[in-house]
């Protein structure tokens, strides 16, 4: 039997309002993905370096620490900064103009002698707070020994 007149009731109408509902919901969230990823950036990579420490002392406490760089790649030094975990203050000799590349070196002077802490030499690619940690030194306390 072949039905001679079209039907009224609707039933034919909600899957396919289903279905364009559901692609709908699905572009709006590839898209937001999408957007969200792609606003990351892609971060540089930090350069392939590494660095031969020597320490300087008077009576067993902690006057300067000398970085030469021994690594593959330049760095620039507006990119480098010095983390210390201690309490004695510091100055460090990183010019921020410069290229440092295998065997140039910086130091970092302690004002007060050093405590016993961490130096650690970061290389931040944008000159940010945050940044990835080229090298930890472990400053120890002679004294004790």
Same mark, same amino acid.
């Given at each position: 039997? #072949?039905?001679?007149?079209?039907?009224?009731?609707? @039933?034919?109408?909600?899957?396919? +309002?289903?279905?364009?509902?559901?692609?709908?919901? /699905?572009?709006?969230?590839?898209?937001?993905?999408? /957007?969200?990823?792609?606003?990351?950036? #892609?971060?540089?990579?930090?350069?392939? +370096? &590494?660095?031969?420490?020597?320490?300087? @002392? !008077?009576?067993?406490?902690?006057?300067? +620490?000398?970085? +030469?760089?021994?690594?593959?790649?330049?760095?620039? &030094?507006?990119?480098? @900064?010095?983390?210390?975990?201690?309490?004695?203050?510091? !100055? !460090?000799?990183?010019?921020?103009?410069?290229?440092?590349?295998?065997?140039?070196?910086? /130091?970092?002077?302690?004002? !007060?002698?050093?405590?016993?802490?961490?130096?650690?030499?970061?290389?931040?690619?944008?000159?940010?707070?945050?940044?990835?940690?080229?090298?930890?030194? @472990?400053?120890?306390?002679?004294? /004790?020994?």
């Amino acid at each position: 039997m #072949v039905p001679t007149e079209l039907s009224n009731d609707g @039933r034919g109408v909600s899957p396919v +309002v289903g279905i364009a509902l559901l692609i709908a919901i /699905t572009v709006i969230l590839a898209a937001a993905v999408g /957007t969200f990823v792609l606003s990351q950036g #892609v971060q540089e990579p930090a350069p392939d +370096v &590494g660095f031969t420490v020597s320490e300087e @002392r !008077d009576s067993g406490l902690i006057t300067s +620490v000398t970085f +030469v760089h021994d690594g593959i790649e330049t760095v620039d &030094g507006d990119q480098l @900064r010095v983390v210390y975990t201690g309490e004695a203050g510091f !100055d !460090d000799t990183i010019q921020d103009n410069e290229q440092y590349g295998a065997g140039d070196e910086f /130091t970092v002077e302690f004002n !007060d002698n050093g405590d016993p802490g961490e130096l650690r030499i970061v290389w931040d690619a944008d000159g940010g707070d945050q940044g990835e940690i080229l090298h930890e030194h @472990r400053i120890t306390d002679e004294t /004790t020994d």
